[in-house]
């Protein structure tokens, strides 16, 4: 009966008012949009980081790191030999750019290939033991390997010379062998070069100078207090930490970075939100006559609701699906720039592929359904309410919303006042916590001020208009006006 | 039966407050069909939506068939609505976005009856009405005394007790308003139901068993039923 019911009183209106629909729908799905392409994006790139932080890392314990141009060579004998080393590799790392026509960043990677070997494996190809093309580009000067997957992409072959810009550098060099796609070589979805350090050193003229040491520990030591002991040999400004710590960092980092924009998929969500009230509240408000008909003829209450939030509740479903694609499309859009911004601010990362996670977008189709019915309850509850005999002309909603207009700008005035105190606080935890509630807050501040911007004549209840000629009950109080 | 005692409603407008219906008390027996006469504005489209459960009285009780429904909640008054009470306004007061078929359906539908059920009893009923061939119309497409005819349908589909007629004939010229009164009386015979027609018209009257008078919210029987008693 309800499916019936919906079909001829709701359905038929959202077919009849297709651009509302559509544009209520627009909004709830712009908001999930948001929300699941962020999420998406950001699961991706650090799926990424963390690939190819694992990938280059190896076997790696513990890194010893530097900031900008690195750190003195020198240092590298004092790490060594500390209590609790096992062996230790230095590494040099440059983000280039293969120039045109190839045009890709590279992550060229200068490592000392003896002491380098307990940490990664690297796969030759042609070469089961690899030896041979190892020897060859460490005797000659200026010779790379790149991954099979990189040179056929561009028709590289063995010999043939690879030119990359670093900063405002172009250096060339000659392709020597090719790499498999396995462990370091693996990562960045195979845009890694690798030369030999001094090699690396002297091209990028950092002579002396070292990015980063990887470190393999003594059996019996324990990673803490051997962290503990290489700080005190170091200067301040070199860091030792795992792995996994620095992951942790980067993970930090686009945790604030994905909050921003977290926060702004909320205001999105939140314009949502209004978008559907907006939308159901006309449709209560323009088949109030409907509505009344339907009480008169017996529909419950709770009939009426059911009838107003399922018409939400389908305006969510769809915007849910739209909004997941969006989203889906916006996460591969963003994934490019979160990439980006991680690779200027620590590793290169090379994110192609969207780690899908179904929890995302559950959460996001959830929250759809979420936004739909919290935007169309007030509206709905407020249908359900109507009396067959004091409902039968329009305009109940706009009056109720009239006689409190005082009272919802107040509302509004102090959110916003709330929301200006809010702006003034300092972030929590270098989260700017109190910066997204004043944002929200000014949103919803105007919000409730914005009854009282629409026109009064516009919202006037239909008094004498030839709807409520149209009923009897209504005539009941369209007498009462003309009687004495 | 339908007994009312006692009666008040009241409006406030403004300042003011006015007795829309003053103190009034009346019997109605099964099967009877009663007019309510008076000028626009004395109370008697309030005093049917008070019997037909679409308002309460201020005070004073209102029983049918011995339930008193002005104190039932708004469960079971919207259920007494739906079960026992067909309304038939002036001004049709048809579902514009509803074809004719599915106007008579709609209470129907609401009992949850079956779409095969709900076919049947339609086809009956607008066969009754003569209305078959327009089933499939929208009410702008149809005339007046087609769209009242519709409304006739749908206020007897559930077939209930008591049927309110609230200036039926009101909105339409006096041959299809005569067609229309026709209609009801043959309906209302046919059906047994208790019909309270609201009018103005004493031509419209006619139809009735027994007139009453409404004046300023109080019921008096009319000069000629107090000269035949």
Redesign the interface.
């Given at each position: 009966?309800m499916i019936?019911?919906w079909r001829?009183?709701c359905l038929?209106?959202l077919i009849?008012y297709k651009g509302r629909a559509f544009l209520c729908l627009l909004g709830v799905a712009l908001g999930v949009a948001v929300f699941v392409g962020i999420k998406t994006a950001a699961s991706s790139a650090l799926t990424s980081f963390q690939d190819t932080v694992t990938s280059l890392a190896g076997s790696t314990q513990l890194q010893v790191t530097g900031q900008g141009n690195g750190f003195p060579e020198d240092l590298y004998e004092t790490v060594a030999s500390a209590e609790g080393i096992r062996a230790a590799t230095p590494v040099m790392e440059f983000n280039v750019l293969a120039t045109a026509p190839l045009d890709e960043p590279l992550l060229m990677l200068g490592i000392d290939v003896f002491s380098d070997q307990d940490f990664r494996q690297y796969h030759f190809v042609d070469s089961p033991q690899g030896s041979g093309a190892i020897l060859s580009f460490l005797t000659e000067p200026g010779a790379v390997a790149l991954t099979e997957k990189f040179a056929q992409r561009h028709g590289l072959k063995v010999n043939d010379q690879l030119e990359i810009l670093s900063g405002s550098k172009r250096l060339t060099f000659t392709l020597r062998a090719l790499l498999k796609l396995k462990g370091p070589a693996g990562a960045l979805e195979g845009n890694v070069a690798l030369v030999d350090i001094a090699v690396a050193q002297e091209a990028f003229d950092r002579i002396g100078r070292l990015h980063r040491i990887d470190l393999l520990l003594e059996k019996e030591a324990h990673i803490k207090p051997v962290i503990a002991h290489l700080q005190k040999l170091l200067p301040a400004d070199v860091r030792v930490e795992s792995p996994q710590k620095r992951l942790g960092r980067i993970r930090e980092m686009v945790d604030a970075y994905r909050l921003n924009l977290l926060a702004l998929s909320l205001i999105a969500l939140f314009v949502g939100i209004f978008l559907v009230f907006n939308a159901v509240a006309f449709a209560v408000s323009k088949r109030r006559y409907?509505i009344a008909?339907?009480?008169?003829?017996?529909?419950?209450?709770w009939q009426i609701l059911g009838l107003f939030l399922g018409e939400a509740l389908v305006v969510g479903l769809l915007g849910a699906l739209l909004g997941v694609g969006l989203g889906l499309v916006m996460a591969k859009l963003a994934l490019k720039a979160m990439s980006q911004t991680i690779s200027e601010l620590y590793l290169l990362v090379r994110a192609e592929s969207l780690s899908l996670s179904p929890l995302i977008i559950l959460l996001g189709a959830g929250t759809a359904l979420g936004v739909a019915l919290l935007g169309g309850l007030a509206p709905s509850l407020e249908a359900s309410r109507t009396?067959?005999?004091e409902a039968?002309y329009r305009g109940s909603l706009e009056r109720r919303l009239h006689m409190n207009l005082g009272k919802i700008s107040l509302v509004g005035v102090f959110v916003l006042g709330l929301g200006y105190l809010c702006s003034r606080q300092p972030p929590v935890k270098e989260l700017p916590i109190f910066g997204f509630l004043a944002a929200f807050l000014i949103l919803a501040g105007f919000s409730f001020l914005a009854p009282a911007s629409v026109p009064r004549p516009f919202s006037q209840p239909f008094v004498g208009s030839h709807r409520l000629?149209?009923?009897?009950?209504g005539?009941?109080?369209q007498?009462?006006?003309?009687?004495p | 039966m339908i007994e009312l005692d006692s009666v008040i409603k009241t409006?406030t407008?403004g300042q003011q407050r006015?007795k829309?219906v003053d103190n009034v008390s009346l019997t109605i027996q099964p099967g009877e069909f009663v007019a309510i006469m008076g000028k626009?504005?004395?109370g008697k489209?309030?005093l049917?939506?008070l019997i037909g459960g679409?308002?309460r009285p201020d005070s004073g009780t209102i029983s049918v068939n011995g339930k008193e429904i002005s104190q039932l909640a708004?469960?079971e008054l919207?259920?007494y609505?739906?079960?026992q009470v067909g309304?038939i306004?002036?001004?049709f007061?048809l579902?514009p976005?509803?074809t004719v078929a599915?106007n008579v359906a709609?209470?129907y539908?609401?009992?949850?009856k079956s779409e095969k059920e709900i076919q049947a009893r339609v086809q009956e009923l607008l066969s009754d009405v003569d209305l078959m061939e327009r089933q499939k119309h929208y009410p702008h497409e149809i005339s007046g005394g087609e769209m009242q005819r519709v409304a006739i349908a749908?206020a007897l589909i559930n077939q209930p007790q008591l049927v309110l007629a609230?200036?039926p004939t009101g909105n339409l010229d006096s041959r299809t308003g005569h067609q229309v009164m026709e209609t009801m009386a043959r309906l209302s015979d046919r059906h047994h139901t208790t019909f309270i027609l609201a009018t103005h018209s004493s031509e419209a009257a006619t139809y009735a068993t027994r007139k009453l008078h409404m004046r300023d919210g109080t019921l008096s029987p009319t000069k000629e039923a107090e000269e035949r008693t």
């Amino acid at each position: 009966m309800m499916i019936r019911l919906w079909r001829w009183f709701c359905l038929r209106h959202l077919i009849s008012y297709k651009g509302r629909a559509f544009l209520c729908l627009l909004g709830v799905a712009l908001g999930v949009a948001v929300f699941v392409g962020i999420k998406t994006a950001a699961s991706s790139a650090l799926t990424s980081f963390q690939d190819t932080v694992t990938s280059l890392a190896g076997s790696t314990q513990l890194q010893v790191t530097g900031q900008g141009n690195g750190f003195p060579e020198d240092l590298y004998e004092t790490v060594a030999s500390a209590e609790g080393i096992r062996a230790a590799t230095p590494v040099m790392e440059f983000n280039v750019l293969a120039t045109a026509p190839l045009d890709e960043p590279l992550l060229m990677l200068g490592i000392d290939v003896f002491s380098d070997q307990d940490f990664r494996q690297y796969h030759f190809v042609d070469s089961p033991q690899g030896s041979g093309a190892i020897l060859s580009f460490l005797t000659e000067p200026g010779a790379v390997a790149l991954t099979e997957k990189f040179a056929q992409r561009h028709g590289l072959k063995v010999n043939d010379q690879l030119e990359i810009l670093s900063g405002s550098k172009r250096l060339t060099f000659t392709l020597r062998a090719l790499l498999k796609l396995k462990g370091p070589a693996g990562a960045l979805e195979g845009n890694v070069a690798l030369v030999d350090i001094a090699v690396a050193q002297e091209a990028f003229d950092r002579i002396g100078r070292l990015h980063r040491i990887d470190l393999l520990l003594e059996k019996e030591a324990h990673i803490k207090p051997v962290i503990a002991h290489l700080q005190k040999l170091l200067p301040a400004d070199v860091r030792v930490e795992s792995p996994q710590k620095r992951l942790g960092r980067i993970r930090e980092m686009v945790d604030a970075y994905r909050l921003n924009l977290l926060a702004l998929s909320l205001i999105a969500l939140f314009v949502g939100i209004f978008l559907v009230f907006n939308a159901v509240a006309f449709a209560v408000s323009k088949r109030r006559y409907e509505i009344a008909m339907l009480r008169v003829l017996g529909t419950q209450r709770w009939q009426i609701l059911g009838l107003f939030l399922g018409e939400a509740l389908v305006v969510g479903l769809l915007g849910a699906l739209l909004g997941v694609g969006l989203g889906l499309v916006m996460a591969k859009l963003a994934l490019k720039a979160m990439s980006q911004t991680i690779s200027e601010l620590y590793l290169l990362v090379r994110a192609e592929s969207l780690s899908l996670s179904p929890l995302i977008i559950l959460l996001g189709a959830g929250t759809a359904l979420g936004v739909a019915l919290l935007g169309g309850l007030a509206p709905s509850l407020e249908a359900s309410r109507t009396l067959p005999s004091e409902a039968l002309y329009r305009g109940s909603l706009e009056r109720r919303l009239h006689m409190n207009l005082g009272k919802i700008s107040l509302v509004g005035v102090f959110v916003l006042g709330l929301g200006y105190l809010c702006s003034r606080q300092p972030p929590v935890k270098e989260l700017p916590i109190f910066g997204f509630l004043a944002a929200f807050l000014i949103l919803a501040g105007f919000s409730f001020l914005a009854p009282a911007s629409v026109p009064r004549p516009f919202s006037q209840p239909f008094v004498g208009s030839h709807r409520l000629s149209d009923d009897g009950v209504g005539n009941v109080n369209q007498h009462l006006h003309t009687d004495p | 039966m339908i007994e009312l005692d006692s009666v008040i409603k009241t409006y406030t407008l403004g300042q003011q407050r006015i007795k829309a219906v003053d103190n009034v008390s009346l019997t109605i027996q099964p099967g009877e069909f009663v007019a309510i006469m008076g000028k626009s504005g004395c109370g008697k489209t309030t005093l049917l939506g008070l019997i037909g459960g679409l308002d309460r009285p201020d005070s004073g009780t209102i029983s049918v068939n011995g339930k008193e429904i002005s104190q039932l909640a708004d469960t079971e008054l919207t259920r007494y609505r739906r079960d026992q009470v067909g309304i038939i306004f002036q001004f049709f007061n048809l579902i514009p976005i509803l074809t004719v078929a599915e106007n008579v359906a709609l209470p129907y539908s609401l009992q949850g009856k079956s779409e095969k059920e709900i076919q049947a009893r339609v086809q009956e009923l607008l066969s009754d009405v003569d209305l078959m061939e327009r089933q499939k119309h929208y009410p702008h497409e149809i005339s007046g005394g087609e769209m009242q005819r519709v409304a006739i349908a749908r206020a007897l589909i559930n077939q209930p007790q008591l049927v309110l007629a609230d200036e039926p004939t009101g909105n339409l010229d006096s041959r299809t308003g005569h067609q229309v009164m026709e209609t009801m009386a043959r309906l209302s015979d046919r059906h047994h139901t208790t019909f309270i027609l609201a009018t103005h018209s004493s031509e419209a009257a006619t139809y009735a068993t027994r007139k009453l008078h409404m004046r300023d919210g109080t019921l008096s029987p009319t000069k000629e039923a107090e000269e035949r008693t």
